[in-house]
């Protein structure tokens, strides 16, 4: 289909929707609208505009509509050496480690963690495959930790390395950029529905970026690094799902 032929698919699309479409609707099929809106001296209100969409709250739920099960998904137990030892040992000797484009590497406790301001949020968990689930989380502000760290300018993507491996094959990782890392609802969340995390959902520590589908949610967090790229971090893609399968990086919703 050419230019000109979708355009004029368009116009007829907005014809039949007739008083459906609204003032900004209309303008906005002005040519000389839409130049303006995109000229150089206007980017800055559209990025503007894109980050304030992007720093809206995920939707909180109150208790009487959080599910009365909230079903895992994908890795239920690491099943490693490792994880079992540090489980077997109530995560005493877990720590999560913050290294990369930091000021100050950390290597923190769970009692460290669980010192810190917490955040409660009752939120719905949207999977990929077709589920849904809300829950209740409890965790630290991720901000809380990188203004420990100290991130470096030049810090641009977090990932988030996790303790499951598939087998010994890949460990699952995930990534994000800094508005989500510091968006008030994104947490590292050691508790769901009031009770310490189960294995089967990330035991001890995962993440919780409420604005993205349910494969970003990191679960059995051992270490948070900050880069500047990802093409070095495992595929390339910034997350174990977006190597081995093409999901987007970008998961919003
Ligand atoms: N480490 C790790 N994190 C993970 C996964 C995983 O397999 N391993 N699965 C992801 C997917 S696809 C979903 S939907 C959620 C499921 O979280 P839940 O087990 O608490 O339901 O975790 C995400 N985080
Ligand atoms: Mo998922």
Redesign the pocket.
Known sequence: MTFMSRRSLLTGLAATAGGLLTGCDKLAQSEDFRKALFSAENVHRWTQRALTDRQALAQEFTPDQMSPY??????RNPGTAEYTAISANNFADWRLKVTGLVNRPLSLSLPQIKALPHREQITR?D?VEGWSAIGKWRGVPLRTILDGAQLKTSAKYLVFH?A?TNGGARP?YESIDMVDAFHPQTILAFALNDKPLFV???APLRLRVERHL??K????LIGIEAVDNLAGIHGGKGGYWEDVAGYQWYAGI
């Open positions: 909230f079903r895992p998904n994908g890795t968990h999977c996790c499951d699952y089967a959902n990330g349910g494969y949610h990191a679960k059995y």
